[in-house]
């Protein structure tokens, strides 16, 4: 039988991450910072179990010949998560983003889908950091996709929430503004080495870049934050320019600033009062 996964709004899963951090803050008597302490959240606060295993062989799913899995994690109706051990930081730290963004996306179901984890297992397969994961059960395509694109949501407002992400953000940019693209093009340091020229060009207006030049800029800029959160430079600019924080600044900008709808300012506002106040961080 298949499930309606109902829609749930942006604004609505920056707030529920933000609202089981509190939880997490006012019960364990602690006041968080980047990088957020999933396993706890998980294991001390939801009450769930991680264990790492094989989950090709758990779910009879040969593994692909070149040996890298595409089935990252599992979480069950018992509250078990489980991780494939290909994921495991202790054995592979390189994948240490990865398998916190799967921690996180899994308590994304636990949050959200109950009724379909009363069922049956949800196993995610393929890169769930880009937004494109699959997803075995027997849900219908759309749902399916739905309960996906909600978990993946609520894993990046947890691993990276609002009043931390505006913090950081103002300390390397020294301002809310987004970093428009457009506006660094003259500064050959935001351009690939072997497209220097055509920043030198393009400063001088006698061509015009074409889509993908922004993409060293953009990690380059991902990058600088990724290592506070403990995500990779992939979710980390995800995350910005979901938020509008990263854009080309002319007619082919891939997103649209959200500030006024998430209230970043309001956010930033807040946290550097109780930051002035009591040395730390105040979640709204």
Not at 24 to 44: H, N, T, Y
Not at 78 to 97: R, Y
Not at 190 to 196: A, G, L, N, Q, V
Not at 219 to 224: C, F, I, N, P, T
Request: proline share 6%; charged share 30%.
């Amino acid at each position: 039988m298949s499930r309606f996964v109902p829609y749930i709004a942006d604004e609505a899963i920056e707030r529920d991450s933000v609202s089981l951090i509190k939880e997490f803050e006012r019960v364990r008597g602690v006041a968080i910072e980047p990088p957020i302490p999933i396993e706890d959240i998980l294991e001390k606060h939801l009450k769930l179990r991680i264990e790492f295993d094989d989950l090709h062989a758990r779910h009879n799913v040969p593994r692909p010949e070149h040996g890298q899995t595409d089935i990252l994690g599992a979480i069950y109706g018992d509250g078990s998560i489980f991780i494939d051990e290909s994921l495991d930081p202790e054995e592979k730290p390189e994948n240490e983003g990865r398998y916190r963004f799967t921690l996180a996306h899994e308590a994304g179901h636990f949050r959200y889908h109950q009724d379909l984890l009363a069922e049956e297992a949800l196993v995610v397969a393929a890169d769930i950091e880009t937004g494109q994961p699959e997803m075995r059960g027997d849900v219908n395509a759309q749902h399916l996709n739905r309960a996906e694109w909600q978990a993946n949501r609520f894993a990046s407002c947890l691993l990276v929430p609002l009043p931390l992400l505006a913090l950081e953000w103002f300390n390397w940019m020294k301002s809310l503004r987004p970093f428009v693209f457009c506006d660094f093009a003259q500064d050959p340091r935001w351009w690939r080495p072997s497209e220097r020229r055509d920043a030198r060009l393009f400063r001088d207006r006698m061509v015009r870049p074409n889509r993908d030049v922004h993409d060293y800029a953009f990690d380059k800029v991902a990058s600088q934050l990724a290592p506070i959160f403990d995500v990779s430079t992939q979710m980390m600019r995800i995350r910005l320019e979901t938020l509008g924080l990263l854009s080309l600044g002319n007619e082919v900008s891939p997103t649209e600033p959200k500030f006024s709808s998430l209230n970043l300012e309001a956010y930033f506002n807040a946290a550097k009062a109780r930051q002035a106040a009591h040395g730390r961080v105040i979640w709204r």
